[in-house]
Each structure stands twice: as structure tokens, then as C-alpha cells.
């Protein structure tokens, strides 16, 4: 079991010495401040256990230094004790409303002492809580299926005459032309005026045909 870090804070060396030795005999590592100011410094460097601090500092004294570490979420649940020449201060009761663990007389140290630091060391401990910044995988996203090619003008050009891809024009049928003439010349006798259309028609179909064989 690691042993309690206990900040003291207390301008008179000669004072603060006997307390130091008796919280190093309940096995706490005891550090010191001579101000509330450097004490403050001291926990945001790195929170203790507890804080042990005299009612009357410089600067700012030991009821201030209370109401600065209970307003703050960080060192809200730090346990504070508030050491005095005896226990009858008059803002006893107002440290203790204001989130003090204990106010003991320097008289009383020695006997509360052992109570004081079970009491300690069922406290949740202080300080900012780290959160975890590691970067979290992304989810998978499902692949979305590949659109379709546009097919090219060359491709469906293709596509609309085969006949082309095949070596033959696509609008002429030779097998077609040949029985269309057979048929006109199988029919019965017509007017002379009919007939000279239809051979006229029937030349111009020749002179296709012919150009048509010769291409």
C-alpha cells in the first residue's frame, strides 16, 4: 500500500515541525508550503491526499485557501484540515459548513490524529480525471457498388446497326430489291401511262442495283 502524500501548509517552521513528525509517524510522505499561494501551486503540480493547513498564513489565510480548493471540481473532494492553537477558533463551524474534514487544535493532534488519516484514506482521490484521447477506429463503411459505364457514341452506334459491324450497308437488302423486281414484272398489263412509269421506275431501280453490286 502506498503511503499518503500529505501537503503542510504553514508559515512557522517551529510549528509545523511537530506536526510533520506526527503525520510521518502514521506513514504519511509529508511535503510543506509556507502560503497558501505555493501551496496551490504546489497541488495543481500534483494533488496530495490531504492538505494540512494552518487558520492563519500569509496572504491568504487557511479559510480562503478552503473556499478556493472546494470551488474548484478539481479539488473539490480533496480532504482539508484546518489546524489551529486549540480547537475553540470562532469559524469552526464555518469551516466545517464549507467543506473542511476537521478543525483540530494542536492540542488534540496527537489523539485525532489516527482517525484523521482512515478517514483520509477512504476518500476518493483528487485531481482532474483523465480521458482517453486515443484515436477510435471509424465504423466500416459498406462498398458501394460501381456505377455503370456510359457507353461511348462509337458503342451504341454499334449497337443500333449491326449490320455495319457485318461489312453490309443497313439500309439496303440486295434479296429484298430482286423479288420487289420480279413482282413488278410478274404483273398484269397496265395502261400505257402506268407502264411507261413503271419502266421508268423499274430503269431507275437498275441503275441503283448496279451501283449497288459495284460498290
Same mark, same amino acid.
Given at each position: 500500500?502506498?503511503?499518503?502524500?500529505?501537503?503542510?501548509?504553514?508559515? +512557522?517552521?517551529?510549528?509545523?515541525?511537530?506536526?510533520?513528525?506526527?503525520? =510521518?509517524?502514521?506513514?504519511?510522505?509529508?511535503?510543506?508550503?509556507?502560503?497558501?499561494?505555493?501551496?496551490?501551486?504546489?497541488?495543481?503540480?500534483?494533488?496530495?491526499?490531504?492538505?494540512? *493547513?494552518?487558520?492563519?498564513?500569509?496572504?491568504?489565510?487557511?479559510?480562503?485557501?478552503?473556499?478556493?480548493?472546494? +470551488?474548484?471540481?478539481?479539488?473539490?473532494?480533496?480532504?482539508?484540515?484546518?489546524?489551529?492553537?486549540?480547537?475553540?477558533?470562532?469559524?469552526? /463551524?464555518? *469551516?466545517? =459548513?464549507?467543506?473542511?474534514?476537521?478543525?483540530?487544535?494542536? /492540542?488534540?493532534?496527537?489523539?485525532?490524529?489516527?482517525?484523521?488519516?482512515?478517514?483520509? *484514506?477512504? *476518500?476518493?482521490?483528487?485531481?482532474?480525471?483523465?480521458?482517453?484521447?486515443?484515436?477510435?477506429?471509424?465504423?466500416?463503411? +459498406?462498398?458501394?457498388?460501381?456505377?455503370?459505364?456510359?457507353?461511348?457514341?462509337?458503342?451504341?452506334?454499334?449497337?443500333?446497326?449491326?449490320?455495319? =459491324? =457485318?461489312?453490309?450497308?443497313?439500309?439496303w437488302n440486295r434479296r429484298e430489291h430482286w423479288r420487289a423486281l420480279r413482282a413488278m414484272l410478274r404483273a398484269p398489263a397496265v395502261p400505257a401511262g402506268a407502264l411507261a412509269f413503271s419502266a421508268v421506275f423499274a430503269g431507275i431501280g437498275l441503275?441503283?442495283?448496279?451501283?449497288?453490286?459495284?460498290?
Amino acid at each position: 500500500m502506498s503511503r499518503p502524500a500529505i501537503l503542510l501548509v504553514d508559515a +512557522s517552521r517551529p510549528a509545523r515541525y511537530p506536526l510533520r513528525l506526527l503525520l =510521518q509517524e502514521q506513514g504519511a510522505e509529508v511535503r510543506t508550503a509556507d502560503s497558501a499561494e505555493q501551496a496551490l501551486a504546489l497541488i495543481r503540480a500534483s494533488a496530495p491526499d490531504a492538505v494540512f *493547513a494552518a487558520r492563519i498564513l500569509p496572504g491568504m489565510n487557511g479559510l480562503e485557501l478552503l473556499e478556493i480548493l472546494k +470551488s474548484d471540481a478539481a479539488t473539490r473532494t480533496l480532504p482539508i484540515i484546518i489546524c489551529c492553537p486549540d480547537g475553540d477558533w470562532p469559524l469552526r /463551524d464555518i *469551516a466545517l =459548513q464549507r467543506g473542511a474534514m476537521a478543525v483540530l487544535g494542536r /492540542d488534540q493532534m496527537q489523539q485525532q490524529l489516527p482517525e484523521i488519516m482512515r478517514r483520509i *484514506a477512504m *476518500a476518493p482521490a483528487a485531481g482532474p480525471k483523465t480521458t482517453d484521447r486515443r484515436p477510435r477506429p471509424s465504423p466500416a463503411r +459498406s462498398a458501394s457498388p460501381l456505377p455503370s459505364p456510359t457507353p461511348s457514341p462509337a458503342m451504341a452506334f454499334a449497337q443500333m446497326a449491326p449490320a455495319r =459491324q =457485318q461489312g453490309r450497308r443497313p439500309f439496303w437488302n440486295r434479296r429484298e430489291h430482286w423479288r420487289a423486281l420480279r413482282a413488278m414484272l410478274r404483273a398484269p398489263a397496265v395502261p400505257a401511262g402506268a407502264l411507261a412509269f413503271s419502266a421508268v421506275f423499274a430503269g431507275i431501280g437498275l441503275v441503283l442495283l448496279t451501283l449497288l453490286l459495284a460498290a
